[in-house]
């Protein structure tokens, strides 16, 4: 036997790849061999993600928030406060024609002196004596006394005073028609109480609402509110 063919034959090594930088230094971030260490480092970047995700989120919707608010503020309860200050403040103008009929039943006093001078014709009611009268008989007067008859017509002239004291009864039916201005005050009327009463319910909210900060400067001064602007 030859003592060459019995030598061993040497073995060759297996071909290795060569190892990765990067992922060598990965392993050394995230594995160290250890398990606990491995956990924090996981849990600590998974933690710090999800913070800045929900800062992100916080920052978006703060901003939406803050619109709301002025939404809410402005729009709604300011601008229901101070129409309701405007109502009680406010004033009813306007003009009413009035167009009626006024019944007038009365009795008027009338009292005067009335001068009457005119001539009239008379009628005598009854015989009528008349002593002493002169009556011209061929040319002479002759004294006697003479009876009128009734029915005797006679011219007389007036001249005389007459005084007037009567009751005079006054029925009138007197159209009226009228243009009148009116201007009522609402704080002056029934109104004015249910108008304040809206006020006070709506205040605590406006005062709340004022009190709130409009934007991250606003928050940011909350603790500096002396130093803020």
């Keep these: 036997m030859n003592p060459s063919s019995a030598a061993p034959k040497p073995i060759s090594a297996p071909n290795r790849p060569k190892p990765n930088l990067a992922d060598g230094r990965i392993n050394q971030i995230f ?50 406060y101070q129409n309701f200050v405007k109502m009680d403040d406010a004033h009813i103008q306007t003009t009413i024609q009035v167009s009626d009929t006024i019944m007038l039943n009365d009795s008027i006093p009338v009292v005067f002196d009335l001068p009457l001078k005119q001539g009239t014709e008379i009628t005598l009611t009854k015989d009528t004596p008349i002593k002493k009268a002169t009556v011209v008989l061929n040319g002479q007067p002759v004294p006697t006394d003479i009876v009128l008859k009734q029915g005797t017509r006679m011219s007389i002239a007036l001249d005389m005073v007459v005084p007037v004291n009567q009751q005079v009864p006054v ?32 205040a605590p909210y406006k005062k709340f609402l004022d009190g709130l900060p409009d934007s991250w400067g606003g928050i940011l001064c909350l603790p500096f509110r002396g130093w803020c602007p």
């Design 31 to 80: 594995w160290q061999g250890k398990i606990l260490p491995a956990f924090w480092t996981l849990a600590s970047l998974l933690s710090v993600t999800i913070n800045i995700i929900l800062i992100i989120i916080i920052v978006v919707l703060a901003g939406e928030l803050f619109n709301l608010k002025k939404l809410i503020q402005v729009q709604l309860v300011d601008g229901l």
């Design 171 to 202: 029925v009138l039916a007197v159209p009226v028609k009228l243009m009148v201005p009116v201007d009522i005050p609402l704080a002056h009327t029934e109104l004015h109480e249910p108008f304040v009463g809206l006020q006070e319910v709506v």
